[in-house]
């Protein structure tokens, strides 16, 4: 299996204007993911049989929403992008187009802003709604993605990102997803700690995935296409804060939700046991306490 990616016709980046869209480099370098062979993130034997129920309800949400995908495709028009999958194989992704088609002719690949001058007035309304990943159905029914998993990031970022953080190339130890645990609970990239914070929970989605989990986080992302912030009701929404514990300032996540005082109280930070503290019972809620004690 290949898992070099040539950029080489590309707009290189060096490591900080692959982040911020500063000055690029003369010599383009050669994109790699050799250390996403052997993930240290082991998941569970759930992702092991996920796809005989994820590909056929993609297929019939591929159905229902075909003829809104077959309009967005003729205007504003469907976007294709090469990403990073599991195990670092290549990919064509699809998305509607939300952005001007010169978009980084002048800063080249660099993240998306919350208020992104390169978005069209139509794609801030399908990014608010969500709706410029429908095309994504077509990756999960060819097996290239699933509905719920890590983000697919492209190539060039993958390389940047794999030598600014460590562990990163764990999270490519399962088929990336449309939605998943870190999409549901952080906005999108926008810097290197966004990521960080990212890769926390998508660790955690990989070492404890499950069906149930998938549909919670099914039912949260539907809710959201219709404004309704279901999270804390189903069980998937994480606070996530920097641990104290450690040289690297570490960070961590703390459960929240109805389902919070009954989660696994043998979760490590730093190999230090974490304790939950308790919910106010009356008034404001109060936020939930993260107390480590020592082994």
């Known amino acids: 299996m290949d898992l070099t990616v040539d950029v080489s016709n590309m707009m290189t980046l060096s490591r900080h204007s692959a982040l911020t869209g500063a000055e690029n480099l003369t ?3 050669q994109v790699t993911c050799e250390r996403a062979r052997q993930p240290r993130c082991v998941p569970t034997r759930y992702f092991s049989w996920r796809q005989l129920w994820d590909r056929p309800l993609a297929l019939v949400l591929l159905a ?6 077959a309009m967005l495709a003729c205007w504003p028009g469907i976007f294709r992008q090469t990403r990073v999958g ?20 002048r800063t080249g690949a660099v993240w ?4 992104d001058p390169r978005l069209t007035r139509f794609g ?31 190539p060039i970022f993958v390389e940047v ?10 999270r490519l130890a399962v088929l990336p997803g449309i939605t998943g645990l870190a999409q549901v609970n952080l906005p999108p990239d926008s810097d290197l700690d966004s990521v960080r ?56 996540a703390r459960w929240v939700g109805p ?30 306490r993260l107390r480590v004690r020592p082994r």
């Open 259 to 288: 389902d919070a005082l009954t989660a696994p109280s043998d979760k490590r930070v730093n190999g230090k046991k974490r304790q939950l503290g308790e919910q106010g019972v009356r008034g404001k809620r109060r936020p939930y």
């Open 86 to 105: 599991r195990q670092g194989r290549r990919f064509t992704m699809y998305k509607i187009r939300t952005m001007r088609r010169d978009a980084e002719a």
């Open 27 to 29: 010599s383009p370098p």
């Open 197 to 252: 914070r990212k890769l926390h929970l998508d660790r955690e989605y990989i070492t404890t995935g499950s069906f149930w989990l998938d549909v919670r986080l099914l039912l949260c992302t539907a809710s959201r296409l219709i404004q309704l912030r279901l999270d804390r009701q189903l069980g998937v929404a994480r606070e996530l804060h920097r641990s104290p514990l450690g040289p690297d300032d570490s960070i961590a």
């Open 124 to 154: 801030r309304v399908l990014r608010h709604l969500h709706l410029d990943e429908l095309p994504q159905l077509v990756n999960v029914v060819r097996g290239e993605m699933a509905l719920v998993g890590p983000r697919p990031e492209r």
């Open 112 to 115: 998306s802003t919350k208020h």
């Open 64 to 69: 229902v929403f075909s003829p809104l995908i």
């Open 161 to 170: 990102l794999a030598q600014e953080i460590p562990g990163y190339v764990e």
